[in-house]
């Protein structure tokens, strides 16, 4: 648990000064003021320089000045109740406006609220116009309802605490899964049929200009209309077998935005809720790398069969006539070294095309990695502020 350095730090922790009130702590008040037979009820809260009323009884203000508080006697006492039995026979009030005003405040009995560490954020306390007195039951009566005080004002500052520390989680995530390089969500589908995200982060997709953001996390085909209309069918279909076997979804396809195509593949894992809804837990990733990898290596093969099989043909083929050739005369030798040249220019030629392609779809492809790699680490990065 953590130390405070001062009593207001610790009051302060709680978060609970000019906060709206609460029925279970208006009911202890209600239940003080019953059992004691006094009118006046509070649960004060006793800050730098005011004394604040958290739940209160018999009284319309909600705070009074410091100076003016009874419940500032017990901060130093957290063991002891603080009964006052008649304020005009103590020198500590004989000018105190709640005692000489219009609530004539005669008598007052306090317990105080402690907190884990020993500090005391003020009292829970009754008030009466007229002198009183009370037994020491009454008095350990108060201090137990004092300490159930306390106990709800723990667990709210706990709760307080959880929230918070959920709510710090929650925007750590939102970083983090705002900036990978894939689409991370969680899709329902209603027993109407109807399709809505439970969850969606858009990583570092970019939305086309024309689609609203919010329509988009409700209405997700809006989302799938993207697709290109060559692949829109087997995608639907794809989802609905996934619907129905329970199995896992997945479906590569294009999509264009702002006139730019690119792949993707979509896998997720469906789940069955009591309620005979599925909902899919999965992601989007882009593909348009590894699509045009394997169109390279396909393009490879091709070339190495046809393209260059060509010129080595013909190489092939002029040293055949060579080895047959018995008498070679000079004008002979230099017709068919005239033969090479040119299959070695045409093979040349082609090698550098070749070269030249395969290289610029190499960068294209590190490129893209690295500006993938690139957001990947801007996403830890965020992740931790």
Not at 129 to 139: V, Y
Request: proline share 4%.
């Amino acid at each position: 648990m953590k130390k405070y350095k001062n009593r207001v730090e610790d009051l302060l922790s709680y978060a609970i000064l000019d906060t709206d009130p609460e029925e279970e702590l208006n009911e202890i008040t209600e239940l003080v003021s019953l059992v004691f037979d006094m009118p006046i009820s509070l649960i004060t809260m006793v800050d730098k320089d005011r004394q604040w009323f958290k739940a209160r009884k018999g009284v319309h203000q909600q705070q009074t000045k410091r100076e003016y508080s009874f419940c500032k006697y017990t901060l130093t006492k957290p063991n002891e109740v603080l009964v006052i039995e008649d304020t005009y026979t103590d020198k500590r009030f004989a000018n105190n406006p709640t005692v000489t005003g219009p609530l004539n405040i005669r008598f007052y009995a306090g317990a105080p609220l402690v907190t884990p560490e020993g500090n005391v954020l003020g009292t829970l306390c009754v008030l009466d116009s007229k002198p009183r007195f009370i037994t020491e039951n009454q008095k350990k009566a108060l201090q137990i309802l004092a300490k159930k005080t306390m106990d709800f004002l723990n667990i709210r500052k706990l709760m307080l605490e959880q929230r918070n520390y959920i709510a710090k989680s929650a925007e750590n995530l939102i970083k983090l899964t705002d900036n990978i390089p894939s689409t991370i969500f969680q899709l329902r589908r209603r027993s109407n049929g109807e399709f809505i995200y439970d969850f969606l982060s858009l990583g570092d997709f970019k939305l086309p200009k024309n689609l609203d953001e919010d329509k988009k996390v409700l209405e997700p085909f809006d989302g799938f209309n993207l697709i290109h209309k060559d692949y829109q069918t087997k995608f639907k279909k794809a989802l609905e077998t996934s619907y129905k076997t329970l199995t896992t979804w997945y479906f590569e396809y294009k999509i264009e935005i702002d006139n730019v195509t690119k792949w993707y593949m979509v896998k997720a894992e469906p789940e069955r809720l009591p309620n005979n809804e599925v909902v899919w837990y999965g992601m989007y990733h882009e593909i348009s790398s590894h699509i045009a990898y394997e169109k390279t290596m396909e393009q490879i093969s091709f070339d190495i069969s046809h393209v260059l099989r060509k010129p080595v043909a013909n190489l092939m083929g002029l040293s055949a006539l060579i080895k047959e050739e018995q008498n070679l005369s000079e004008l002979d030798l230099k017709t068919y070294a005239e033969y090479i040249e040119i299959v070695s220019e045409e093979l040349n030629r082609f090698t550098k095309d070749l070269n030249s392609t395969y290289h610029n779809k190499w960068v294209n492809i590190v490129d893209y990695n690295l500006k993938r790699r690139n957001n990947i680490n801007t996403a830890i990065i965020n992740s931790q502020d």
